[in-house]
């Protein structure tokens, strides 16, 4: 199954790490050839240069089927772990030898199960509250939710990485989950966008035909579709 | 009263901002102020032969700037009316030749000669319409009832609202209300809708709005024509004067069919 974010990929400098964009953060692939010292030594690049792994994001550590040594574990929890906190959902591996050192270190080896809507209301960081309306041309960007008093003109932008809430019409883009979150809504007062996006998940195929064009909807990620529904209070 | 230097821009060409300019200009100089209408669209100049000034050009204000010459020698006396006067734009130079602060200073000298500074702005959001717009206190956005001129509109009131212009007002231009009637055309709630910004003039399309351009006489020069009364309009409201906008739908069907319909009692 092909992962709704894989067009974030990012390359580590050195080309051997991947990065990937994932519903609950970061999945980082190591290589499985190459040595440890290169490793730790592009690590350290990574950390330097890529500012996501500075946010409070989930991150996965996916080994594949590389060995890894219990030096290079100790590495990675004394240089990078412990001293930037980094939350560690999960340490993935194929290899025997090493997912056992992990289960003996009693650390989550499983793959990472994103919070589903519907268990609870999730929000991220502040929210921003926007008493005007958005021009064509005009963009925001917001780590947490963004309620917009106003409009969202065609050709403005509103990206946040929890839900969107336009008060008035939306007729510009909005992309709720920015980070991959997929259990973020959009909502409109009256809906009259071309394209919406949460996660990453596009939908462009809108249009003037829909039933609920030009209504006030919620518009929700759900079983990796996006689902417009009339909003009725 | 104080002068009041006013940009007209749109960000989509074609809507008629030269147009607008140029009868706008005319309008207040008959009304008895002292007004001069900048090309700001440097390298793409129109402004002379709109209105019909074009073999009187001998300086530009770039050359005003470059200190080739003095302002009074680069302003073109329009002699079909008092107080009239046409600043012209280089044709041989790009919109690089002037910097924000060199058109700011070009204001500053205008403002102590004149009532009225209209800027006629280039189309697009680049150099070209910053510079024409750094020097005004307030703005006149021209659009067209269309889709892509009301987005452009819009693009260019948040730049000029991030600017701190004021007021900010908008021209509907070429409205064909037969269209509009159609479903064809946005209807001006539609367009004020979507600007959220004070009307100040709605200009039907007419046929005349070509020919003046051609013969450099603008409109504004006569009463007659409907565009003509529509810029008179403008031009009474920028003087804060109250004039009621015409229903434009009542226009259509004029000419000598619709006389002969309206005299046999059809309806259309």
Known sequence: MSHPLEHREVPAASGDILLKGAGYGIRMIFPETGSEDKLLSDLEKLFGEASLLSDNLGVVFDFQGRKVSRYFIQKLLSDFIWSRKMKILSWISLDGETLDDLRSMGVATGEPVPERSGKKEKTSGNALFLPRSLRSGQRVEHEGDVLVIGHVNDGAEVFASGSICVWGKLKGLAHAGLDGGEDHTVVAGLFEAKQVRIGGKVSSSLGSSMEWWGKPVIITLENNSLVVRELKL | ?268
């Open chain 2, 1 to 268: 009263m104080d002068p009041r230097v006013i940009v007209i821009t749109s960000g989509k060409g074609g809507v008629g901002k030269t147009t607008t300019t140029s009868n706008i200009s005319v309008a207040l100089a008959r009304a008895g102020h002292k007004v001069v209408a900048v090309d700001a669209d440097i390298g793409l100049r129109n402004l002379d032969v709109v209105m019909g000034l074009e073999n009187r050009v001998v300086y530009n204000f770039i050359d005003v700037l470059e200190g080739t010459c003095r302002l009074n020698q680069a302003l073109v006396r329009d002699k079909r009316v008092d107080n009239l006067f046409l600043l012209p734009a280089a044709q041989t130079r790009t919109k690089d030749a002037v910097s924000a602060d060199q058109m700011e200073e070009l204001c500053g000298m205008l403002r102590k000669e004149f009532d009225f500074i209209l800027l006629d702005s280039p189309a697009g959001i680049e150099s070209g319409f910053r510079n024409a717009s750094i020097g005004a206190d307030e703005a006149l956005v021209i659009t067209t009832p269309e889709v892509p001129a009301v987005r452009d509109a819009d693009r260019i009131i948040g730049l000029l609202e991030s600017m701190g212009k004021s007021p900010i007002r908008l021209v509907i231009n070429r409205l064909r209300s037969r269209l509009v009637k159609q479903g064809e055309m946005l209807d001006v709630r539609d367009v004020l809708d979507i600007l959220a910004i004070d009307l100040v003039g709605i200009v039907p399309e007419d046929d005349s709005v070509v020919k003046s351009a051609n013969r450099g006489e603008p409109l504004t020069f006569g009463d007659s024509a409907p565009a003509a009364q529509a810029f008179q309009r403008i031009a009474s409201r920028i003087l804060g004067e109250t004039v009621p906008f015409p229903d434009f739908s009542e226009e259509q069907g004029r000419g000598f069919f619709a006389g002969i319909r309206k005299f046999f009692g059809r309806k259309e």
